[in-house]
């Protein structure tokens, strides 16, 4: 178990060779591995990044594309296979700004990065050397 103070409220299970079952505490699931419709790990951390993104701009977004807006978004890595490891990470958003002006569409964009910066969580921590540490542990 972890020596965090903050319980994160997610587990997997094992459910087949390199196959696993992600749960979080509000009753999610995500199929973890290399087979049809499962996600890999690396494949998570960039959609960890993309969402996070898509998050914190969207109700700054909404402000100036109003509540209904749609949107899609794409998340593209520089992988190194010498070293096992993403480069670099870009994510592309792409409102619907349908018939708005310039000036709203540079006010969207604006505050819709100033909301990026204040609030993805994933961005901030990526943008830093994250200490991580793992165990192997007997349950009695």
Not at 9 to 36: K, M, P, W
Not at 52 to 64: P, V
Not at 67 to 76: C, H, S
Not at 107 to 124: E, N, Q, S
Request: aromatic share 6%; glycine share 10%; net charge negative.
């Amino acid at each position: 178990m972890s020596d965090s103070n903050t319980p994160t409220g997610l587990f997997i299970e094992r459910v087949g060779t390199r196959q696993y079952a992600g749960t979080n505490d509000r009753g999610a699931t995500i199929s973890i591995g290399h087979g049809e419709g499962q996600w890999s790990p690396g494949e998570l951390l960039k959609l960890a990044l993309l969402g996070c993104n898509a998050m914190s701009a969207d109700s700054r977004l909404a402000r100036s594309l109003g509540e209904d807006f749609q949107m899609g978004a794409v998340v593209d890595a520089v992988y190194n296979k010498d070293e096992d490891r993403y480069e670099s990470m870009s994510v592309e958003l792409i409102p619907e700004f349908g018939d708005a002006d310039e000036e709203t569409v540079a006010k969207a964009k604006k505050y819709g990065l100033l909301g990026i910066d204040r609030y993805c969580t994933v961005g901030h921590t990526l943008d830093h050397v994250v200490p991580h540490t793992a165990t192997i542990t007997k349950e009695d």
